[in-house]
T-cell receptor, first 114, second 111 residues
């Protein structure tokens, strides 16, 4: 059964810092991995999708990497802004017994202070 | 234009009642999903439909019955509601095996 862990669980940084959010998963037989953002009381916004054959994906100030064999992904946020404050969720798709399911980590709650 | 929409946004009801949540997507995707986010914010898959056929059912009590009248809709009906059903329910859609897009969620409170 796929299990996903995100570290740290919470992070508070001053505006302008570069930061890294970590995600690890136990079953490396995944199809892809998605990073989402969730604002309080809101739905999930897809940030980046990395296919299993890719090593990284970039969108603006966000860069996500994937090391499938070691079961790790990182989300790098450059020059953080207060508007980046949210919970970030990592979700690999698939695994040997996970079919077409997304399995979510517990998330990292990010606070960027002005 | 809303890609994945859910109604209602909030639902407050008493134990024992039966309720439905509706989901519609206008993205042309083949696959739709229901997820539950509990009070500790953990998100977990409940069901997945591909082309109106059930492909994932993650040991959800049979009080929960999804129905997909067509590829663009996946509704969730819940019988005999219990206190533990209180959660936020999210609908999502995707091309099979690809990027998933989520709706805004339905906050269900059972009293």
């Amino acid at each position: 059964k796929q299990e996903v862990t995100q570290i740290p669980a919470a992070l508070s940084v001053p505006e302008g810092e570069n930061l890294v959010l970590n995600c690890s998963f136990t079953d490396s037989a995944i199809y892809n991995l998605q990073w989402f953002r969730q604002d309080p009381g809101k739905g999930l916004t897809s940030l980046l999708l990395i296919q299993s054959s890719q090593r990284e994906q970039t969108s603006g100030r966000l860069n996500a990497s994937l090391d499938k064999s070691s079961g790790r992904s990182t989300l790098y946020i450059a020059a953080s802004q207060p508007g980046d404050s949210a919970t970030y969720l990592c979700a690999p798709l698939g695994g040997n017994n996970a079919g077409n399911m997304l399995t979510f980590g517990g998330g990292t709650r990010l606070m960027v202070k002005p | 234009d809303t890609a994945v929409s859910q109604t209602p946004k909030y639902l407050v009801t008493q134990m024992g009642n039966d309720k439905s949540i509706k989901c519609e997507q206008n993205l042309g995707h083949d696959t739709m999903y229901w997820y539950k986010q509990d009070s500790k914010k953990f998100l977990k898959i409940m069901f997945s439909y591909n082309n109106k056929e059930l492909i994932i059912n993650e040991t959800v009590p049979n009080r929960f019955s999804p129905k997909s009248p067509d590829k663009a809709h996946l509704n969730l009906h819940i019988n005999s509601l219990e206190l533990g059903d209180s959660a936020v329910y999210f609908c999502a859609s995707s091309p099979l095996g690809n990027e998933q897009y989520f709706g805004p969620g339905t906050r269900l409170t059972v009293t």
